[in-house]
């Protein structure tokens, strides 16, 4: 029988292989857009989001955006980038700057909500989020809602995370990808289920190296670092100084997380 650490490894691999692969054809053709200011960002936010990136549906070309100063949006919730329509494809370099805003999510019925709503076959990394609130339904997580075969790295978050189902501090919901090296500070709430302080929702993939602290609060699938606890998922190396909390409607049962290191799943 294959170990499921190696497995999950190995399907993470393979999976970021497909990616390199598939962005390497692309190379010739990407598009790269530097963001410098606070007017800069939300008009590529809106254009994205409203088709001006693609053609009959389709991305024109690969996207290559960098942020390059930090950004501060405090008078409105930022609407997240990429849907289920126009999920974003390609590199988000945040080169170590930090977007601060006042909340993400201007609904609570949204699915899909995060600094990205949707991913796909992308990479994401080295980008700061401080915000107060990231609120939505289903797949919630403060850098992105729901990441298909995506990498996301080095990105570190200070807020507050709800939602009803799938909801993590760095992601919501992730399948065939990887997180690693993240940073979460914050409160993590499902008023349903599947909450991690790092992951919600997590399918074939892994999370290596990453931290949360906080509380982490949901009716089951409930853990300090990602929700799930199948056979094709892998959490190693991770830090959590979280408080774990399970809800239901007649008691709320408190686990208090508090150790220095936490390998949740044998390798």
Same mark, same amino acid.
């Given at each position: ?134 609120? %939505? $339904? ?11 075969? &995506?990498?996301?790295? !080095?990105?570190? #978050? =200070? ?54 602290? %906080? $509380? ?11 929700? &799930?606890?199948?056979? !094709?998922?892998? #959490? =190693? ?31």
């Amino acid at each position: 029988m294959i170990n499921r650490g190696l497995l999950a490894m190995l399907l993470v691999a393979f999976a970021l292989i497909t990616q390199s692969c598939s962005n390497k054809k692309e190379a010739n053709s990407e598009m790269i857009l530097k963001i410098t200011n606070s007017e800069e960002f939300t008009s590529f936010v809106n254009d994205y989001n409203s088709g001006k990136f693609h053609i009959n549906d389709t991305l024109i070309s690969p996207l290559i955006v960098t942020l390059d100063s930090d950004i501060s949006i405090i008078n409105d919730h930022l609407s997240p980038i990429g849907s289920e329509e126009y999920p974003f494809i390609g590199t988000f370099n945040g080169n170590g700057h930090t977007i601060t805003c006042c909340g993400i999510g201007k609904t609570e019925n949204a699915d899909n909500v995060g600094l990205f709503g949707y991913a796909k076959n992308s990479t994401i990394k080295s980008v700061t989020i401080v915000t107060e609130q990231v609120t %939505g $339904q289903r797949n919630v997580g403060v850098i992105c809602g729901y990441a298909y075969r &995506t990498l996301i790295s !080095d990105c570190k #978050v =200070s807020g507050n995370v709800k939602g009803d189902s799938y909801v993590g501090g760095i992601v919501g919901c992730a399948s065939y990808g990887g997180i690693a090296d993240c940073h979460f500070v914050g409160d993590v709430t499902a008023s349903g289920y599947v909450a991690g302080g790092i992951v919600g929702m997590l399918e074939f993939g892994g999370v290596t190296r990453s931290y949360a602290g %906080g $509380q982490v609060t949901g009716k089951y699938g409930v853990h300090p670092i990602s929700g &799930t606890d199948a056979e !094709d998922v892998m #959490v =190693s190396e991770c830090v959590d100084r979280m408080n774990v909390i399970i809800a239901s409607k007649t008691n709320k049962k408190e686990i208090a997380s508090d150790k220095l290191t936490r390998l949740l799943f044998q390798m």
